[in-house]
């Protein structure tokens, strides 16, 4: 058998190619054939010239017409497009996937352009770049399997080390959304908050500690990370738009609320959400704790904690609230982010003290005005290039913030990575 992988249209797909697939296929004792963009035809051959079990061809219609397993490791919105390109030479009998983040048009340009005596059963690693596949959540689709080919891909895949989780194309887009859309959706406003105040957030005392070091490691690792990863996930799928343009409304309506002064309203909006998503698992022990929170900052912890509104928690309680979502109902699903995000709101809602200051600030402290109204900004901006589709819009936007936190990013990962890997070993 021979497994194959396509990073056709490349934009960052190579690093991750080049690592973790010839690796799993050595484990897995398979050929490799490979190819991405003409223009880095030579470069790859030479990298690869001693693996004798990796081929580097020139395009896809090659790659396509000798291999037993075909994987399009493309971004999400080029999916349709390569396939069109190369589907038809798929070898017959062959089994083809995917590994984009949003199933449904995956699944679509397989059944539009793959040949009827083709299986499409398609994979999804949710966990990011960066993190060790191993004890991490690989969804499988088997959307199309007249061969009893699924056995082949777990074989294969087993080499990651991964806990499989079988789905279908909607379910896992819907998975998906719930457990990642908004959370990308806070950190990438946050992130533009800072940029826009001209803050590098570990260098103010205010967001030093606790939940804070969750906001600024995590921040700082998804805008290290190439835009594309999270832009298929939120224009392509419709859930995902739903949310993120509530998680938008979610912290005007709050931040309205704290200009305003109405602190019975706020209480009253934020107990409400509160009850409805963490009364169900208010008998479990917390994911997270302030010791452990407390052991990854950037910079030197204050003497003492800084109050915060937690605007940022606040919205994204209350959005999953108003769209009736039980975030705990797919934890077997959830990519690390979400736990350590997760964590950091049921940390803030299950500890009664620190809720109450977060309220009192957010009405009576004007410390944050400035960040929280770039902040709702940010998010209101973010949500309308998602619903607009805009891609270039969403690419210009990341890089823009991308490129002023570019010079802190080796400490950042270093210590987000620790943090990570810690907080990982914790909720698994």
Same mark, same amino acid.
């Given at each position: ?10 934009? /960052? ?10 690796? *799993?296929? !050595? ?56 396939? +069109?390109?190369? @589907?038809? #030479? ?6 083809? %996937? ?5 199933? %449904?048009?995956?699944?679509?340009? =397989?059944?539009?352009?793959? $040949? ?7 994979? &999804?690693? *949710?966990?990011?770049? /960066? ?5 991490? #959540?690989?969804?499988?689709?088997? &959307?199309?399997?007249?061969?009893? #080919? ?8 087993? #080499?990651? /080390? ?23 959706? +806070?950190?990438?406003?946050? @992130?533009?908050?800072? +940029? ?8 103010? @005392?205010?967001? !030093? @500690? ?22 298929? !996930? ?20 709050? =931040? ?53 509104? &937690? *605007? ?39 500890? $009664? ?35 607009? %589709?805009?891609?270039? %819009? ?17 400490? +950042? ?16």
């Amino acid at each position: 058998m021979v497994l194959i992988l396509i990073p056709l249209i490349g934009f /960052g797909w190579l690093l991750p190619v080049a690592v973790v697939y010839p690796w *799993l296929a !050595l484990r897995s004792c398979q050929r490799v054939n490979a190819c991405d963009v003409p223009s880095k035809f030579d470069d790859l051959r030479a990298e690869f010239k001693d693996q004798r079990n990796i081929e580097i061809l020139k395009n896809g219609h090659l790659v396509s017409r000798c291999s037993d397993w075909i994987i399009y490791n493309v971004e999400a919105e080029k999916i349709r497009e390569v396939v +069109a390109e190369y @589907g038809q #030479s798929t070898k017959c009998g062959a089994i083809v %996937g995917g590994q984009t983040s949003c199933k %449904g048009p995956e699944v679509a340009a =397989f059944e539009e352009f793959i $040949p009827e005596d083709v299986d499409i059963i398609s994979c &999804h690693s *949710l966990h990011g770049p /960066g993190v060790d596949p191993r004890g991490q #959540s690989l969804a499988i689709i088997q &959307h199309r399997d007249r061969r009893d #080919s699924l056995e082949k891909v777990e074989h294969i895949m087993s #080499s990651l /080390g991964s806990k499989h989780v079988y789905l279908s194309a909607e379910t896992h887009d819907r998975i998906t959304a719930d457990t990642q859309a908004v959370t990308h959706a +806070a950190f990438l406003s946050m @992130g533009t908050a800072w +940029a826009a105040n001209n803050q590098f957030p570990w260098e103010i @005392g205010r967001y !030093l @500690g606790g939940i804070e070091n969750v906001k600024i490691n995590v921040t700082l690792r998804i805008y290290a990370n190439k835009w594309h990863v999270y832009a298929g !996930l939120a224009i392509l799928n419709p859930d995902a738009k739903q949310q993120i343009e509530q998680y938008a409304k979610s912290a005007t309506e709050i =931040f309205k609320l704290m200009l305003s002064g109405q602190r019975d309203e706020l209480w009253s909006r934020v107990n409400e959400a509160g009850d409805a998503v963490f009364k169900p698992v208010a008998h479990q022990a917390p994911l997270l704790n302030e010791e452990l929170l407390n052991k990854f900052s950037l910079g030197d912890l204050p003497q003492a904690r800084v109050r915060n509104n &937690h *605007l940022s928690l606040l919205a994204m309680v209350d959005c999953w609230w108003k769209l009736g979502i039980q975030p705990y109902e797919h934890m077997i699903c959830s990519t690390p982010l979400f736990r350590m995000r997760l964590g950091a709101a049921e940390y803030l809602f299950r500890t $009664p003290e620190l809720l109450k200051e977060a309220i009192d600030t957010g009405i009576d402290d004007n410390t944050f005005r400035s960040d929280d109204l770039e902040f709702t900004i940010a998010a209101r901006d973010w949500s309308q290039r998602v619903i607009l %589709g805009n891609f270039e %819009g969403y690419r210009e936007k990341f890089e823009s913030v991308q490129e002023y936190f570019r010079p802190r990013f080796p400490d +950042a990962v270093t210590v987000g990575n620790e943090m990570l890997k810690t907080i990982l070993e914790k909720t698994n």
